[in-house]
């Protein structure tokens, strides 16, 4: 799988440079300047490169010529992103419900506990990545890297609108709380059916998830509490 070739700790140029892109900090059509983050980050050229090829890689950067940009953040991209999620989600659980091993229930349900150990701090960076780790667990017992790897790349997509759209207070709600409850739910309901090598419910819970999340983007869509670029119809059906 491909997060498994990738420099995820906190400090990295990669990591940087993600967090940067997914908070808003470098925003959708930024330029990305090699000298300048260079001397930014205190690193040589070479890591920034590398840290742009995984980003390109991820859909979050996008090449022009010679130079290196934020990748566009439209809302027109949303309901054919949202598709593609629920069709590999539902794969990659059946896939998990029929090849997983214990080792790999053992990483999934660590993952698991931490986003449910998260949720008390409704810092939504901090969960949205707890989920993204829950998720790519789960990914990564289902012994087929190609439906991992493009996996990986639409919840990478997925999780930039869902950070976009979760900043701020919006997780200071009695509304968000609750959502974050049945999310935990739905994620012990997964990891149960993924340990008991039942496929067909491993699979009815991802199209559960997804209506859950989808149902999330778009009420926080309604709300305007997301500011980017793109046409106003916030309809994701």
């Keep these: 799988m491909s997060n498994g070739t990738k420099?995820?700790?906190?400090?990295?140029?990669?990591?940087?440079?993600?967090?940067r892109i997914l908070t808003l900090e470098l925003r959708p059509g930024s330029v990305l300047d090699e000298a300048g983050l260079s001397r930014q980050l205190e690193v040589s050229r070479t890591p920034i490169r590398e840290a742009i090829i995984q980003l390109i890689a991820d859909g979050l950067v996008v090449r022009e010529g010679r130079s290196?940009?934020?990748?566009?953040?439209?809302?027109?991209d949303i309901p054919p992103l949202y598709d593609a999620l629920l069709i590999s989600s539902r794969m990659i659980q059946r896939l998990a419900a029929e090849f997983r091993t214990e080792a790999d229930l053992q990483v999934i349900r660590e993952k698991m506990m931490?986003?449910?150990?998260?949720?008390?701090?409704?810092?939504?960076?901090?969960?949205?990545?707890?989920?993204?780790?829950?998720?790519?667990?789960?990914s990564a017992c289902a012994n087929n890297r190609y439906f991992s790897e493009f996996y990986e790349r639409v919840l990478i997509g997925s999780l930039r609108f869902n950070r976009a759209c979760f900043s701020g207070n919006v997780y200071a709600t009695r509304d968000t709380k609750e959502h974050l409850?049945?999310?935990?739910?739905?994620?012990?309901?997964?990891v149960r059916a993924i340990e008991n090598g039942d496929i067909e419910e491993a699979d009815r819970l991802a199209v559960e998830h997804h209506r859950?999340?989808?149902?999330?983007l778009e009420k926080v869509l309604s709300m305007g509490a997301l500011s980017i670029s793109g046409k106003t119809d916030l309809s994701l059906g």
């Design 212 to 216: 859950l999340a989808r149902s999330r």
């Design 7 to 19: 420099d995820r700790s906190g400090s990295s140029p990669y990591r940087t440079l993600r967090e």
């Design 114 to 138: 931490l986003f449910e150990n998260a949720i008390p701090s409704l810092r939504g960076a901090i969960l949205s990545e707890a989920n993204f780790a829950f998720h790519l667990a789960i």
């Design 68 to 76: 290196a940009r934020v990748a566009p953040l439209d809302l027109d």
């Design 181 to 190: 409850s049945v999310t935990a739910e739905q994620h012990r309901d997964t």
